[in-house]
Structures are given as structure tokens and as C-alpha cells.
């Protein structure tokens, strides 16, 4: 090998590594592995505004789920501790749920398993890990499912009626705000004979999916009480995007509804995002989210501010789904693009999104699916690590940092940018100090390398 060749082999290994590293600076999540309760699988469902986490995972041997709640060492931090939150006497149960406080709605086998009931954990004190498991009966009939809970407490989900006769949405409503016993209330259907709630906001809103009249079809709903938090209401079709089916997924404070389904003939089922015409309104317009490339997609979550999160099919000939951000600003966004291309996670699907822009689900990680929670990553000058650098940051620096200078100019030089869900969008430029993206860089490199062997030949 002569003198030119090895400085060409260097330089382009030295391209490579600067494109790789240069792609992990570009992430815009870290990823957290939020493991298992011993066995090879677990699923992230909810997750709350300080960053605790819902799901269910495989206990020891895989011999079979339990609701597990993690619970970050700090505030929206990306490393915590884990906790098995048990069953209601039977074998298995699901966290799907979680609020503000920490309470969390699922379902559970009880003693013997001779049923699936909802439940409400109440941690003993607002965010902790310890607490009681309370089981929230029925409408009359065998089970019953939790699916989504509010602030006050108020639970969602579906249950079978009296004799079994068919399953229908429920609104559960503690006695005092966030209590462990109250009632049972039946939403009804859209006319048909079945309907499931999926989520409830603060105001006491459902969305969820009923049978229509006849029951020819599936269609999502929105059920808005009479009054706020009430009991008594009306339940209102969303319709679809042009297709027989559409299912309700979850519900924001503003009454956006996230879910999926059936395009005009059928075609597929695509997420969707349905906005009120006026905040909290009963008629509105259903958006189509489209795919990242695949046949299908399915929303599952809706942010504050509009962003929803789910899973997409990637190509028209595999159902293999990744995970999903979609922003009005950006679209629809592969997660797995957003992230260290060299973490080793593949992410399939997202289940929820906070206000601090972090997001759950599962997804990929040696051989093994597991919950994971995404943290987006901080940029310099984003002193309340809420994803955008703006006069809020400006604030925090000068309170608690303002003899730094340099915090000064990282906040003045990347003002106006955002990475991420926590405030600009999806995919955004972490910062525009001048950093040239890896193709360029390895471009640039060749034509040093160019320039070196030519250097080379005329000496």
C-alpha cells in the first residue's frame, strides 16, 4: 500500500465516522428502555405530564402481564424506577391509563380469574409508587375494561350489560374528584347494539367507537355531558374519512379527537386527526394523516397542541409498522428518523404523547419488544427543556443562571428553533450554527482527498 492510498483509506474512514456522528448529533429524542417485570416483553399505553409511565409487561418467565408504573428519578427525567402494580386477586392485568396524579386505569383478572374488570390504582400519595388497586365493577354484565382517565379521576372504557347482553361505553365518576368509589354510567351507542370508550379530557368528553343503527358500521363518537364532568349527555358521530368503519382513539382538552379509519371504498385505514369547529364543539372536520409510504396507519394519541402519535405501515407490501409523529407543521414523521441511528431500537408504534413532548409505546431492542419513553433531546439555549428555544428560556437563564454568559449566547444564537414535539416541529434543524449536514461533509472530504493526491502526483 503506498503513502497515498493509506492517507485516502484514512480519510475516507474518517468521512464515515464524521457521518455517522454527525447523524447521531441530529437526533432529536434520547430513548429510555424502560425494561421489563422480568420477562421479554413490555408495552408503554399512557403517559403523564411529569413523565410516569403506564403500561403492562411480562412477569418472570413470561408466566404473564402485570400493570406496571414507572416513575421518573426527576421530573420528565429520562432514568426512573419501575413498579408492579398487581392485579385484582387474578392472574394478569393492563395499565392503559394515567393521569396527572398518578392514577391508573386498566383492566384486570379477578380472585380465580372469573372475570376482567376495570380498575382504578390510586397511589398513596399524588405521583408515587405505592397505592391500591380498586375495582371498578360493571354495567351489570361479566367485564369490564378501563381505557382512559381524566384529572378528576373520571374513567372510561367499556363493559358488558346486564345478562352479557352486548358491551357498552361507560363513564365511571368518583364520588369526590379523584376518589375510588363512585358510579357506573351507560353512554349508550350511535344506535346500534355496541360501543367502547377510549378517552376523556378534563372536561369530561369521550371519545371512543359505537355501532351505528342496524349496526352496518363502526363509527367513531364524541359524547360531550351536559355539563362539565356530568353524567348526562349526548353521543355524536364523527363519521369517517369516506370508508364503512372509523374508531375513536383519544381525546385532548380542546375536544381534538385522534383515531383511524377506512378510506373512500375501503381502500385502507388511515390515522386521522378530527377538529371542532369551535374548541370543545360537536361537528368538525376529519383530516387524513396518510401513511409513512405503507397501506395502513392508526392514530392512538393527540397532543395539546394538535400532535398526534401512532403507527404507520412503511411499505404497500408488509404490515410492519413504525412508530409515528405527525405535527401540522411537518406531517407525518418516521420516530426511528428522529433518534441515534447507532441506539439499536426500532420503535413500532406510539401510544401517547405530554405537553413536555415526550412519548411512549414500543418498539425493538435486542430481539425483545419493550416500552420505551422518548425525551427530547436538549439544545443549547433551551433552559426549561421543553424542545424550543424562546423568551421562556430567556427567563429561566436569567433566574438561575444569568453569570454564565456563555447561556446567553446559546439562547441568543438559537432563538426561534425548535427540535421535536416539546414546541417547533417534527424533524426541525436542531440549530443553524453553520454545521454542515454529513453529505457534505463526506463531499467535502473527497475533494480534499482530490486535492491531496493531486498534490501528490505533481511532487
Same mark, same amino acid.
Given at each position: 500500500m503506498t503513502k497515498y492510498q493509506s492517507v485516502y483509506r484514512i480519510i475516507v474512514l474518517s468521512a464515515l465516522a464524521l457521518s455517522v456522528t454527525a447523524a447521531a448529533q441530529a437526533a432529536s429524542y434520547t430513548v429510555t428502555d424502560l425494561g421489563t417485570l422480568g420477562g421479554t416483553e413490555s408495552f408503554g399505553s399512557g403517559l403523564n405530564a411529569s413523565g410516569q409511565v403506564a403500561g403492562a409487561s411480562y412477569t418472570t418467565g413470561d408466566a404473564a402481564f402485570h400493570t406496571f408504573l414507572w416513575t421518573p428519578t426527576t421530573p420528565n427525567g429520562a432514568s426512573g424506577t419501575k413498579t408492579d402494580l398487581g392485579t385484582?386477586?387474578?392472574?394478569?392485568?393492563?395499565?392503559?391509563?394515567?393521569n396527572a396524579s398518578g392514577q391508573v386505569t386498566g383492566e384486570s383478572s379477578t380472585t380465580g380469574d372469573a372475570a376482567d374488570h376495570a380498575f382504578l390504582w390510586k397511589p398513596t400519595t399524588p405521583g408515587g409508587s405505592s397505592g391500591t388497586m380498586?375495582?371498578?365493577?360493571?354495567?351489570?354484565? @361479566?367485564?369490564?375494561?378501563?381505557?382512559?382517565?381524566?384529572?378528576?379521576?373520571?374513567?372510561?372504557?367499556?363493559? $358488558? *350489560?346486564?345478562?352479557? !347482553?352486548?358491551? +357498552?361505553?361507560?363513564?365511571?365518576?368518583?364520588? @369526590?374528584?379523584?376518589?375510588?368509589?363512585?358510579?357506573?354510567?351507560?353512554?349508550?351507542?350511535?344506535?346500534?347494539?355496541?360501543?367502547?370508550?377510549?378517552?376523556?379530557?378534563?372536561?369530561?368528553?369521550?371519545?371512543?367507537?359505537?355501532?351505528?343503527?342496524?349496526? !352496518?358500521?363502526? +363509527?367513531?363518537?364524541?359524547?360531550?355531558? *351536559?355539563?362539565?364532568?356530568?353524567?348526562?349527555?349526548a353521543m355524536h358521530d364523527l363519521l369517517t374519512l369516506g370508508g364503512t368503519d372509523s374508531f375513536g382513539g383519544s381525546i385532548n382538552a380542546s375536544?381534538?379527537?385522534?383515531?383511524?379509519?377506512?378510506?373512500?371504498? $375501503?381502500?385502507?385505514? +388511515?390515522?386521522?386527526?378530527?377538529?371542532? *369547529?369551535?374548541?370543545?364543539?360537536?361537528?368538525?372536520?376529519?383530516?387524513?394523516? !396518510?401513511?409513512?409510504?405503507?397501506?395502513?396507519?392508526?392514530?392512538?394519541?393527540?397532543?395539546?397542541?394538535?400532535?398526534?402519535?401512532?403507527?404507520?405501515e412503511i411499505q404497500i407490501t408488509s404490515d410492519h409498522t413504525h412508530a409515528f409523529l405527525y405535527t401540522s407543521g411537518s406531517g407525518m414523521v418516521d420516530l426511528n428518523t428522529l433518534i441515534d441511528p447507532l441506539s439499536g431500537?426500532?420503535?413500532?408504534? !406510539?401510544?401517547?404523547?405530554? $405537553?413536555?413532548?415526550?412519548?411512549?409505546?414500543?418498539?425493538?431492542?435486542?430481539?425483545?419488544?419493550?416500552?420505551?419513553?422518548?425525551?427530547?433531546?436538549?439544545?443549547?439555549?433551551?433552559?426549561? +427543556?421543553?424542545?424550543?428555544?424562546?423568551?421562556?428560556?430567556?427567563?429561566?437563564?436569567?433566574? @438561575? $443562571?444569568?453569570?454564565?454568559?456563555?447561556g446567553y449566547t446559546e439562547w441568543r444564537e438559537n432563538f426561534g428553533e425548535g427540535m421535536g414535539a416539546g414546541g417547533g416541529s417534527a424533524g426541525a434543524s436542531p440549530s443553524q450554527t453553520g454545521v454542515p449536514e454529513p453529505a457534505t461533509l463526506v463531499l467535502l472530504i473527497f475533494a480534499a482527498t482530490g486535492w491531496c493526491l493531486r498534490r501528490g502526483r505533481a511532487a
Open positions: 385484582l386477586g387474578g392472574t394478569e392485568s393492563f395499565g392503559n391509563g394515567l380498586y375495582n371498578l365493577l360493571t354495567l351489570g354484565g @361479566t367485564n369490564s375494561y378501563g381505557y382512559g382517565l381524566n384529572a378528576a379521576g373520571q374513567v372510561t372504557g367499556a363493559s $358488558d *350489560t346486564t345478562g352479557d !347482553a352486548t358491551t +357498552h361505553a361507560f363513564l365511571w365518576k368518583p364520588t @369526590t374528584p379523584n376518589g375510588t368509589s363512585g358510579t357506573m354510567h351507560d353512554l349508550g351507542t350511535l344506535g346500534g347494539t355496541e360501543s367502547n370508550g377510549s378517552a376523556i379530557n378534563a372536561s369530561g368528553q369521550v371519545s371512543g367507537s359505537s355501532l351505528t343503527t342496524a349496526d !352496518a358500521a363502526y +363509527h367513531a363518537f364524541l359524547w360531550k355531558p *351536559t355539563t362539565p364532568n356530568g353524567t348526562s349527555g375536544g381534538q379527537v385522534a383515531g383511524f379509519s377506512n378510506t373512500t371504498g $375501503d381502500a385502507a385505514y +388511515h390515522a386521522y386527526l378530527w377538529t371542532p *369547529t369551535v374548541p370543545n364543539g360537536t361537528s368538525g372536520t376529519m383530516l387524513d394523516l !396518510a401513511t409513512l409510504g405503507g397501506l395502513n396507519s392508526y392514530s392512538y394519541n393527540v397532543g395539546a397542541g394538535g400532535q398526534v402519535v401512532g403507527a404507520s431500537w426500532e420503535l413500532s408504534d !406510539a401510544a401517547d404523547i405530554n $405537553d413536555a413532548g415526550q412519548i411512549t409505546g414500543q418498539g425493538l431492542i435486542g430481539g425483545e419488544y419493550h416500552a420505551y419513553l422518548l425525551t427530547p433531546a436538549t439544545m443549547p439555549g433551551d433552559f426549561n +427543556h421543553d424542545g424550543t428555544v424562546d423568551a421562556a428560556d430567556y427567563v429561566v437563564w436569567r433566574k @438561575t $443562571d444569568s453569570g454564565n454568559s456563555q
